[in-house]
């Protein structure tokens, strides 16, 4: 834990004082108190937030600021909007984490399609169907993974493990996935020295403070507290959603212990690379994109840990016809393997 700075200090000190002292929804009242006390500080009405505004006051002492929130965290734990709640506890049920890169309206075409029908095995090639057709496996390759530096230094084994899948081999471009995952959550933040879930849950929750930190509150040196709580910004922020649902999948899921993991999907991250249950499905073309959405996810967190990139689908171009036609040739192959 980082200790705060004796600035931080007087922040966390003079804040006290405005709320005790119930001046916040007053400007002028809020700038006569800290002139009284910093008589060189600079005082501003901001709204920060991406999803919802944050109506407060930006304050600068020496090279050091602050945000100071009119109103009182409760106010935003009751705020009207949901996000993504929904789409991500619904995805949660299908043993799926969020899906990025495609729109909300694809989103609820897959759940209404799921709903209406509720035999376990045709569900599964619904979601293959879907995200067969939706995701474009040859642009996510050609552009979204290979441009990212978080990504890009696993694009050999992500491409074979793309040949895997068109060749009908996905026990292989299942088991080929898992080891990009492990080394982009770890690239991620600060890296982990192991593969352990608690350690790869650290580095995500580490990525929620830092967009909390510095796309919410626009890099203040100093934010309340019970303003940093992820829980209060997982009620309305989509970005704190989507990685939350992530954590969610590893946790309770990929990296749940091999004993009490009774998902029918089978997609156990120990179960599988440990042989503990060989005789368990995880091969099939749903969980290879269970895994792919789980890498879109990832490439989601890399843009707001810093890196650049796009949110949106990537498009066609040259180099992605290539590579489809290359794939439709594998997939011709399927019935000779």
């Not at 990504?151 to 074979?160: F, H, P, T």
């Not at 019970?226 to 989507?242: A, C, N, R």
Request: aromatic share 12%; charged share 25%.
């Amino acid at each position: 834990m980082i200790e705060p700075t004796i600035c931080d200090l007087k922040f966390r000190k003079l804040y006290k004082d405005l709320l005790k002292k119930n001046s916040l929804n007053d400007f002028e009242k809020t700038s006569s108190i800290i002139k009284s006390i910093y008589s060189h500080a600079k005082l501003e009405k901001i709204t920060v937030g991406r999803f919802l505004g944050i109506k407060g006051y930006k304050v600068t002492i020496g090279k050091r600021t602050a945000f100071f929130p009119v109103s009182k965290s409760r106010a935003l734990k009751n705020n009207k909007l949901n996000g993504l709640i929904f789409f991500r506890n619904e995805f949660y049920k299908i043993g799926m984490v969020l899906p990025t890169l495609i729109s909300n309206g694809d989103q609820e075409m897959l759940l209404k399609t799921l709903s209406e029908n509720q035999d376990n095995n045709i569900n599964e090639k619904i979601i293959a169907d879907f995200f067969k057709s939706t995701l474009g496996l040859p642009e996510l390759l050609t552009s979204t993974y290979s441009t990212n530096k978080h990504i890009s230094k696993y694009i050999e084994i992500l491409g074979e493990s793309l040949k895997a899948y068109h060749l009908g081999l996905f026990k292989v471009a299942v088991i080929s996935l898992l080891p990009c995952i492990e080394g982009i959550i770890r690239d991620l933040g600060v890296k982990a020295s192991s593969v352990s879930s608690k350690e790869l849950m650290e580095n995500l929750i580490k990525l929620q403070r830092y967009y909390i930190k510095h796309y919410i509150f626009n890099s203040c040196d100093y934010v309340p507290q019970d303003f940093l709580d992820i829980k209060l910004h997982d009620t309305y922020d989509e970005s704190i959603q989507v990685i939350e649902s992530l954590k969610w999948f590893l946790e309770k899921s990929l990296y749940q212990h091999t004993n009490t993991f009774n998902e029918s999907h089978s997609l156990n991250r120990h179960s599988i690379l440990h042989a503990l249950k060989p005789e368990s499905n995880y091969g099939t073309e749903s969980n290879f994109f269970r895994l792919i959405n789980i890498l879109n996810s990832l490439y989601f967190c890399s843009v707001f840990s810093g890196e650049n990139g796009s949110l949106f689908h990537p498009s066609h171009t040259a180099q992605s016809e290539k590579l489809e036609s290359k794939y439709l040739r594998y997939s011709s192959f399927k019935h000779l393997i």
